[in-house]
């Protein structure tokens, strides 16, 4: 079955504590993206990697990082430099680096930070 | 990057044809529209994509007039499980950046 799996589906931590959320697909995409997503509002993009060991900042970068160290995985970690960090987060991926490309996206994990 | 503008909410009921218009005036030659479909607490799902004219597949048709600054989603005989919330967007083409909207809530109603 092929898909982005995202975990966990919930998450709960600390202030002040960094927090990595994973993010996996085998789907074969060459494309991965991150966005945020608060009550009522639409997704923003945090991050987006267009190929293995290489990442660009999105609207919302600061006090988030990622890796991209295979095709396959795109983990998010979220800082304590992240002024508000509970949101919903979403994982999302396409089979060509531009936009115009289809995005496939994951189920989300909620993060809280209390 | 172009902004899109939709409605924030609709109602509908069980069987009738929902049309969601989408305002995108600064949108440039190379910008694709773009629909996503977001139920609560689940990614966003591509539903249609297009450049001009007409665009149908086995859910949905997306009408584009000539002068490509809006652009309307039209769900068929729409369903209780079509209860949703619909993102209009565009994407440039060799452009990485793209912004989903508020959206709009669509309600369905027996």
């Known amino acids: 079955d092929g898909g982005i799996t995202q975990s966990p589906k919930y998450l709960f931590r600390k202030e002040g504590q960094n927090v990595t959320l994973s993010c996996e697909q085998n789907?074969?995409?060459?494309?991965m993206y991150w966005y945020r997503q608060d009550p009522g509002q639409g997704l923003r993009l945090i991050y987006y990697?267009?190929?293995?060991?290489?990442?660009q900042k999105g609207d919302i970068a600061e006090g988030y990082s990622v890796s991209r160290e295979k095709k396959e995985s795109f983990p998010l970690t979220v800082t304590s430099a992240q002024k508000n960090p509970t949101a919903f987060y979403l994982c999302a991926s396409s089979i060509g680096r531009e936009l115009t490309y289809e995005q496939y996206f994951g189920p989300g994990t909620r993060l809280t930070v209390t | 990057l172009a902004k899109t503008t939709q409605p924030i909410s609709m109602d509908s009921y069980e069987g009738q044809e929902v049309n969601i218009t989408c305002s995108h005036n600064?949108?440039?030659?190379?910008?694709?529209i773009t629909w996503y479909q977001q139920f609560p607490s689940q990614g966003p799902r591509f539903i249609i994509q297009?450049?001009?004219t007409k665009v149908t597949n086995e859910v949905a048709s997306l009408f584009i007039p000539a002068d490509r600054k809006s652009s309307t989603l039209s769900l068929p005989r729409v369903s209780l499980s079509d209860t949703a919330v619909y993102y209009c967007?565009?994407?440039?083409?060799?452009?990485?950046?793209?912004?989903f909207g508020a959206g709009t809530r669509l309600f369905v109603k027996a």
């Open positions: 297009g450049y001009k």
């Open positions: 600064n949108i440039a030659t190379n910008d694709y």
């Open positions: 990697s267009q190929i293995v060991n290489d990442f």
């Open positions: 967007l565009v994407a440039l083409t060799g452009g990485f950046k793209t912004i």
């Open positions: 789907l074969n995409h060459d494309a």
